[in-house]
């Protein structure tokens, strides 16, 4: 570790604002533009030959300079999850918060936490990631317009003209969602790893063409080494247990430190699956049969299907919902959790 020199990059819209640890503590600050990483480049080349860089997962605006700076030679650069960036912080009792301290705070995790080094997902799983996200955004939007079409439309008082733009605005996004889809799947086509994990995906009962789009433009981002049980974490579908001594015992719960779009996406398959699917709809209602309540069931099913899905990808085989039910609940911690889980 000592032959690196460590720092932390603050990312806003605008500015990139780097805080450099080589003996010696650094600060600058460059434009978030294609010129202000080749600039932040050749400042980290001038202060030392190998760098580990550490900056928050916290949305689109670092994402370039977060590619630019992986594929430089003596850079490794670390994305770190904004909740445990916090927690650390409170733990150094950082009491301010200004981008040149939070800098500085970026660069005291990267040297004092184990170091993970990020490996960014393909481009056109980038890109199908960003599609499904756009698909679901409108979806949402359609959904809420049609609420309030059908609101307007319950009173003859509404001016026919709200009416017609409600309408309008509708049929626009309905055409959006299309447009998007489309593309969507001729990316799918012409990636033949993305092509293939679609069609597996489908293979799974209350898996259609849009639920397969939105699970697989989230589970691109995971890297291709990950276990079942990083899946699961990353889904935030783990658990979380809350013990201290023989008083306190609070319900295990899952983390949901993870990624919300994913747990959404799994959500209307299982609730397909366990309705339509005679091992799924088994599975569940035993659960229910235990006391189980009906949204710790789902979950329990949630967690479920993602260790299938984890396993068509690894065998690349269709889907067998009796190799799946077949196999014990895995280890003994996890069989503790679909028993107790709690959402």
Same mark, same amino acid.
């Given at each position: 570790m000592n032959k690196f020199a460590v720092a932390g990059v603050e990312v806003s819209a605008d500015v990139l604002v780097v805080a450099l640890d080589n003996g010696q503590l650094r600060s600058s600050e460059f434009p978030n533009t294609a010129a202000g990483h080749q600039q932040l480049l050749r400042w980290l080349g001038k202060q030392a030959a190998q760098v580990r860089l550490c900056m928050e997962s916290t949305g689109l605006y670092g994402l370039d300079a977060a590619l630019v700076l992986q594929q430089q030679p003596g850079v490794e650069i670390m994305v770190?999850?904004?909740?445990?960036?916090?927690?650390?912080?409170?733990?150094m009792m950082q009491r301010s918060k200004t981008d040149p301290i939070d800098a500085r705070l970026l660069a005291e995790y990267a040297q004092r936490m184990p170091f993970q080094s990020w490996q960014p997902p393909s481009r056109a799983g980038r890109q199908l990631c960003a599609l499904a996200r756009a698909i679901h955004q409108l979806t949402e939007i359609n959904s809420m317009q049609k609420n309030q079409l059908h609101a307007a439309g319950a009173t003859t008082t509404t001016p026919k003209i709200v009416l017609r733009e409600l309408e309008r605005s509708l049929a626009h996004h309905q055409r959006s969602i299309q447009r998007l889809t489309r593309q969507a799947l001729q990316l799918i086509a012409s990636d033949p790893q993305l092509r293939q994990r679609f069609h597996l995906l489908l293979s799974f009962p209350g898996i259609a063409e849009t639920s397969a789009l939105q699970l697989l433009g989230e589970l691109v981002l995971l890297a291709a080494d990950c276990n079942v049980r990083q899946w699961v974490a990353y889904a935030g579908l783990d658990p979380r247990q809350y013990t201290s001594g023989k008083s306190v015992e609070k319900k295990v719960r899952i983390s949901k430190v993870g990624n919300r779009h994913l747990r959404?996406?799994?959500?209307?398959?299982?609730?397909?699956?366990v309705r339509?699917?005679?091992?799924?709809?088994?599975?569940?209602?035993? #659960?229910?049969?235990?006391?189980?309540? @009906?949204?710790?069931? =789902?979950?329990?099913?949630m967690r479920k299907l993602l260790h299938g899905i984890y396993g068509v990808f690894q065998? #690349?085989?269709?889907?067998?919902?009796? @190799?799946?039910?077949? =196999?014990?609940?895995?280890?003994?911690?996890h069989t503790a959790f679909a028993e107790k889980r709690a959402c």
């Open positions: 770190a999850n904004p909740r445990s960036v916090r927690h650390f912080g409170c733990a959404r996406a799994l959500f209307m398959p299982v609730l397909v699956a339509c699917n005679s091992r799924f709809r088994a599975y569940y209602h035993h #659960l229910l049969s235990q006391g189980k309540l @009906k949204m710790v069931a =789902l979950v329990a099913a065998s #690349l085989q269709p889907f067998d919902a009796d @190799k799946l039910f077949s =196999l014990p609940t895995s280890t003994p911690a």
